[in-house]
């Protein structure tokens, strides 16, 4: 089943969404001194709020230290929210405890960027697979085995495999394995965060046709996490631009790359190589490099290297506003139109 961008905007209105963000903030404390005062924060994830769909791929995209490793994270209750609120279908997990949450874990599963170090090398693959089986189910010892053989065949490994260990594997394979590991539990919401990144090019493409693949398959939705704009374009139904904690747009797919509106977001699509993606487009450049989260600027978050910046960006924060059908943008310049 392939899912068409134009049927996932039809379903956004009518549908209770699948994961649901409510002005969620993750802020981790600086301490400092022999007492360890607190003395600051780094404000990692700052107020974000969006819905996701069933069935559907919403890409995060910004700059390493835009905070979007560390949303995938808290979204899954991995890390613990600051405020804010998560929900899973119509189901609160902000103040679950650890035990609460581990009857959700079969729904919430995250595949990780480096495969390597996210796989117990001292496990063979069919023990990596099947060590979530025998925490989350209690599936006998033979139904464990075919689900576990099932699957390796579906990320197109042998069954020969099963009895190798990681180091035996090229990154491309580890992927794959650890691809399987997050969807034997047959989940329902599954964060990539950067899960390709470290994959040569050739091998890229092959392991994301694969997660396309299976998202039709299992009936997925996926939040994808990734850099690389050319990635999310082919992967997602909707992208949020990301940038210090914050979202500064969101948008369909075809919204973001044809018609782009905050500064940002042209700043991110003016640094991919010409001929990567079709049409011409408004280039914008900023100025020096990403503030650090410790100590963000006043107003909007862009406001120190935005071209565009005036007086009133070095002072508020401006609201992510709907601009149209499809896309919203938190940008002084668009307030007044």
Request: charged fraction near 25%; charge should be neutral.
């Given at each position: 089943?392939?899912?068409?961008?134009?049927?996932?905007?039809?379903?956004?209105?009518?549908?209770?969404?699948?994961?649901?963000?409510?002005?969620?903030?993750?802020?981790?404390?600086?301490?400092?001194?022999?007492?360890?005062?607190?003395?600051?924060?780094?404000?990692?994830?700052?107020?974000?709020?969006?819905?996701?769909?069933?069935?559907?791929?919403?890409?995060?995209?910004?700059?390493s230290g835009s905070g979007k490793s560390t949303l995938g994270r808290v979204m899954l209750k991995l890390a613990s929210p600051t405020a804010g609120e998560i929900y899973y279908q119509s189901t609160n997990l902000t103040h679950l405890n650890r035990n609460d949450m581990r009857s959700y874990r079969q729904d919430l599963q995250m595949i990780f960027q480096d495969p390597f170090s996210s796989l117990n090398p001292k496990m063979n693959v069919y023990e990596l697979l099947e060590?979530?089986?025998?925490?989350q189910t209690r599936l006998p010892k033979e139904e464990?085995?075919?689900k576990v053989?099932?699957?390796?065949?579906?990320?197109?490994?042998?069954?020969?495999?099963?009895?190798?260990?990681?180091?035996?594997?090229?990154?491309?394979?580890?992927?794959?394995?650890?691809?399987?590991?997050?969807?034997?539990?047959?989940?329902?919401?599954v964060v990539?965060?950067?899960?390709v990144s470290a994959l040569d090019v050739s091998i890229q493409g092959q392991v994301l046709n694969l997660m396309k693949d299976l998202q039709d398959e299992l009936r997925l939705t996926y939040m994808f996490i990734?850099?690389?704009?050319?990635?999310?374009?082919?992967?997602?139904?909707?992208?949020?631009?990301?940038?210090l904690g914050q979202i500064m747009e969101i948008a369909k797919k075809e919204a973001i790359y044809d018609n782009p509106l905050h500064p940002y977001t042209k700043a991110l699509l003016s640094s991919i190589p010409t001929g990567v993606e079709e049409g011409v487009r408004e280039e914008v450049r900023l100025k020096g490099d990403i503030p650090s989260p410790a100590n963000p600027p006043k107003g909007?978050?862009?406001?120190?290297?935005?071209?565009?910046?005036?007086?009133?960006?070095h002072k508020e924060t401006p609201e992510l506003l709907k601009k149209n059908d499809d896309q919203q943008v938190a940008c002084h310049l668009y307030e007044n139109e």
């Amino acid at each position: 089943m392939v899912i068409e961008t134009e049927r996932v905007a039809v379903e956004q209105k009518t549908l209770t969404p699948l994961i649901r963000v409510n002005e969620l903030e993750k802020y981790f404390p600086i301490k400092k001194g022999i007492l360890k005062k607190t003395v600051g924060h780094v404000k990692a994830v700052d107020g974000i709020s969006f819905d996701i769909y069933e069935g559907e791929t919403l890409g995060i995209v910004g700059e390493s230290g835009s905070g979007k490793s560390t949303l995938g994270r808290v979204m899954l209750k991995l890390a613990s929210p600051t405020a804010g609120e998560i929900y899973y279908q119509s189901t609160n997990l902000t103040h679950l405890n650890r035990n609460d949450m581990r009857s959700y874990r079969q729904d919430l599963q995250m595949i990780f960027q480096d495969p390597f170090s996210s796989l117990n090398p001292k496990m063979n693959v069919y023990e990596l697979l099947e060590e979530s089986l025998l925490i989350q189910t209690r599936l006998p010892k033979e139904e464990r085995r075919k689900k576990v053989a099932s699957m390796i065949g579906k990320v197109g490994l042998r069954q020969s495999d099963l009895q190798k260990y990681p180091h035996e594997f090229s990154g491309g394979q580890r992927q794959r394995i650890s691809i399987a590991r997050a969807l034997i539990l047959e989940p329902k919401f599954v964060v990539c965060d950067e899960s390709v990144s470290a994959l040569d090019v050739s091998i890229q493409g092959q392991v994301l046709n694969l997660m396309k693949d299976l998202q039709d398959e299992l009936r997925l939705t996926y939040m994808f996490i990734s850099h690389d704009l050319s990635v999310v374009h082919h992967m997602s139904d909707r992208v949020a631009v990301m940038y210090l904690g914050q979202i500064m747009e969101i948008a369909k797919k075809e919204a973001i790359y044809d018609n782009p509106l905050h500064p940002y977001t042209k700043a991110l699509l003016s640094s991919i190589p010409t001929g990567v993606e079709e049409g011409v487009r408004e280039e914008v450049r900023l100025k020096g490099d990403i503030p650090s989260p410790a100590n963000p600027p006043k107003g909007c978050p862009l406001s120190t290297r935005c071209p565009f910046a005036f007086d009133r960006c070095h002072k508020e924060t401006p609201e992510l506003l709907k601009k149209n059908d499809d896309q919203q943008v938190a940008c002084h310049l668009y307030e007044n139109e």
